[in-house]
């Protein structure tokens, strides 16, 4: 019974720390992306060249399979550029990240971004049960040995 109980309070640290872990690397890949597509789009969005800024959205969505939607605003907060992978971004399985982007120190507009956390959390939920399994196993194997010497 103890076993169990130290195993799931194992996979529950677990689940905290990979957790954290996912959504720091989300962060960091979200701050790459907003800096790169917002300093290759600075021109763009300086003179509002909408058709280019439409396709680098489009093709950055496309390309990577858990930015899920990309909104792009001027300076004033008016939304100049949308675009998303036509999947459900309520799902709970979902961060959204919102950037300034900015040359020389000087906003030109910022990003929001949605990310997919499926996958992290698909493999969160794997690395939890692992650990619940190795803590039960070791208890078990202690215990049983405690209990053969005694």
């Not at 300086?46 to 899920?68: G, Q, S, W």
């Not at 929001?112 to 956390?117: F, K």
């Amino acid at each position: 019974m103890i076993a169990v109980l130290v195993g799931i309070a194992i996979g529950e640290v677990e689940r905290r720390f990979e957790t954290t872990r996912l959504n720091t690397a989300l962060q960091e890949q979200a701050d790459l992306t907003i800096s790169l597509i917002g300093g290759l789009l600075i021109e763009s969005l300086l003179v509002r060249d909408i058709p280019v800024i439409d396709t680098a959205l489009k093709e950055a969505v496309k390309r990577n399979p858990k930015l899920l939607a990309i909104t792009v605003y001027d300076g004033n907060g008016k939304q100049l550029s949308h675009f998303d992978d036509a999947v459900d971004t309520d799902s709970g399985e979902t961060l959204n990240y919102s950037k300034d982007i900015l040359f020389d120190g000087e906003k030109f507009g910022f990003m929001d971004i949605i990310w997919s956390t499926a996958q992290g959390q698909e493999m969160i939920a794997h690395h939890v049960n692992i650990a619940r399994i190795k803590t039960f196993t070791t208890l078990t194997i202690i215990s049983t040995l405690f209990m053969a010497l005694v």
